[in-house]
């Protein structure tokens, strides 16, 4: 994973991004001198911590259980509301785990992120992501056993991908894995079954997949051997979701296409549009820079290929809801980086 913009000032960072005093000198005791108020004795500031769980992706997250819950044609309820807060608890317990597992090569590589800047300690880093990953189990288990049968084995496949399969092989099939059950946790919970999810989880994890093969290039010059195989995906990805007739719950006879087919088509263009010319870039120029923007727009891909995915199964008002978030998260990437 790649850094964000960091502050280098002295002062605190208010919850809105301004960045503010925390004292008035009229007032400071003459006692207490600048030393006294190092920055390893400040507590970690909210940016710091927006950093370190990457806020801005985590807006790509509430899309996958509602995609699942769309799949399994169900109705987003009040358990559908659970499997999304156990995803996002799930989601950054990994981003978390994944930056503490990473703290000795980002010291070297990345020495600006949060945790080699000591803006934050490593152990609070590991205490969040066991902290997190115990919500999201809890949540889960709220929305019904159906959803912890999918969110125990998400939270195991996190763990092991951060701890054990990053830099192996397995590594972007376990993401990409991941991302597949972070959908099916939304036909469980919602539906209380997985297979007519099925097909939809394989799309979402075949992207995940490209994006994750195109980030292991991201802090050193590559081949176009991974943004080639990501955009030949996204092609791929864009002729399944076009050519497959979406689910239409009207039970009139229609002889014109549906709302949910226009939608369907509206959106899977917006998603080819994301990455198409990212990935092109960086298949013809692998350096850093053009990578990670091309992993960049793979992440911010994520809610379009969601809201097709739900509009292709027919609910339309569930992909423009989703839809709504990535003004959203495009807003906070200019504050914070997601990759």
């Not at 997250?61 to 807060?85: E, K």
């Not at 934050?120 to 189990?137: D, F, H, N, Q």
């Not at 955009?231 to 039970?251: E, I, K, M, Q, Y």
């Amino acid at each position: 994973m790649g850094a964000g913009q960091v502050a280098s000032n002295g002062q605190a960072v208010h919850p809105g991004g301004a960045p503010t005093s925390t004292t008035d000198p009229a007032r400071t005791p003459a006692s207490r001198t600048p030393a006294s108020r190092t920055p390893a004795s400040r507590a970690p500031s909210l940016r710091a911590w927006g950093e370190l769980l990457r806020l801005p992706a985590l807006f790509t997250v509430p899309g996958d259980a509602l995609a699942g819950a769309a799949a399994a044609s169900a109705r987003p309820d009040r358990r559908t509301a659970l499997a999304i807060a156990s995803s996002l608890c799930l989601y950054e317990a990994g981003m978390a785990l994944n930056d503490w597992a990473d703290r000795e090569e980002d010291a070297a590589e990345r020495p600006h992120r949060p945790l080699p800047s000591g803006r934050v300690r490593p152990a609070s880093a590991l205490g969040a992501a066991c902290a997190l990953t115990a919500a999201g189990l809890a949540l889960a288990a709220r929305a019904g056993r159906p959803a912890l049968t999918v969110a125990a084995p998400l939270a195991a496949t996190v763990w092991s991908y951060d701890l054990l399969l990053k830099r192996t092989p397995a590594g972007p099939f376990a993401m990409a894995t991941a991302r597949g059950l972070d959908l099916l946790l939304g036909a469980a919970a919602t539906g209380g079954r997985i297979r007519p999810a099925l097909p939809s989880a394989a799309l979402l994890s075949s992207h995940t997949l490209a994006v994750t093969t195109v980030s292991r290039h991201e802090t050193r010059d590559g081949t176009p051997a991974a943004p080639l195989a990501a955009l030949v995906t996204t092609g791929a990805l864009t002729w399944l979701l076009h050519h497959r007739p979406p689910r239409d719950r009207s039970p009139l006879p229609r002889r014109h296409p549906s709302l949910a087919a226009v939608a369907t088509t509206t959106l899977t263009a917006a998603y080819a549009a994301t990455v198409a010319r990212p990935y092109f870039h960086a298949a013809l120029n692998p350096s850093p820079p053009l990578t990670q923007r091309a992993v960049g727009a793979g992440i911010r891909a994520t809610i379009p290929l969601q809201c097709a995915l739900a509009a292709r199964s027919g609910a339309v008002a569930t992909a423009l809801f989703t839809a709504a978030l990535a003004p959203v998260a495009q807003r906070f990437a200019k504050r914070v980086s997601v990759t």
